[in-house]
């Protein structure tokens, strides 16, 4: 069945550093990617998602790019906040949808 | 409601009982998911509902968990004879249909066992 591989954590930032969490997959067929963000206190919200091979999708300052080739999905974001401390999921969609073990980053000022 | 709605926010109980979370998903949405966050641990899938088909209960960990949905819209997850180890958030979600994987999740219900 599809699976999802998500970089361990948790991970620990300054403020304004380069961020990249590691994810990859495997799935028959071409699913659609995704990566879920938890902030403390609240419930799983979609974050970005990509659809097929190449799209990147982006939204907060985050992106992640749909590499078929290494099967990838990996989420970057150039300069971080405070406020993006939280707990990072990547997901696979087949049907059900598959997540990782989630990342949990934080971020000091 | 706006949002997928889950009561109860908070259940304790004592182990041997049973317990039953609702989860009212957002109007329209044909697919509902149920899944478990353990302390520590990612999400397990545990169900899903799509629409009137037979639903995927794949990820049920043993006959002492169940759910069900009425009439295409409210769901119960039941758990019979609880386990400390039963002990977690339970989240569901809904989406307008299971193809397409953007799913909105409600707040939790987290249980504790005893």
């Known amino acids: 069945g599809d699976s999802v591989t998500q970089m361990e954590g948790p991970v620990t930032l300054s403020e304004e550093a380069f961020l990249t969490i590691n994810c990859t997959y495997t799935?028959?067929?071409?699913?659609?990617l995704f990566w879920y963000v938890q902030y403390p206190g609240e419930g799983l919200q979609l974050l970005l998602k990509?659809?097929?091979?190449?799209d990147k999708g982006s939204n907060k300052g985050f992106e992640a790019t749909y590499r078929k080739e290494t099967t990838s999905f990996h989420l970057e974001k150039g300069s971080v906040q405070v406020s993006d401390s939280a707990v990072y999921f990547c997901?696979?969609?087949?049907?059900?949808?598959?997540f990782g073990q989630g990342t949990i980053l934080t971020v000091h000022p | 409601g706006a949002g997928v709605s889950q009561s109860p926010s908070n259940k304790v109980t004592e182990k041997g009982k049973d317990v039953e979370l609702r989860c009212d998903p957002i109007?329209?949405?044909?697919?509902l998911y149920w899944y478990r966050q353990s302390l520590g641990q990612g999400l397990e899938f545990l169900i899903y509902?799509?629409?009137?088909?037979?639903?995927?209960k794949s990820g049920l960990p043993s006959d002492r968990f169940s759910a069900e949905r009425t009439g295409g819209s409210v769901s119960t997850l039941t758990i019979q004879r609880t386990q400390q180890e039963d002990s977690a958030v339970y989240l569901c979600?809904?989406?307008?249909?299971?193809?397409?994987?953007?799913?909105?999740f409600g707040e939790g219900s987290r249980l504790t066992v005893l």
């Open positions: 509902f799509q629409g009137n088909s037979a639903p995927d």
């Open positions: 979600a809904s989406s307008l249909n299971s193809n397409t994987g953007e799913l909105f």
């Open positions: 990509a659809t097929k091979a190449d």
């Open positions: 799935a028959t067929g071409y699913p659609s």
């Open positions: 109007s329209g949405h044909t697919a």
């Open positions: 997901s696979t969609s087949y049907g059900k949808l598959t």
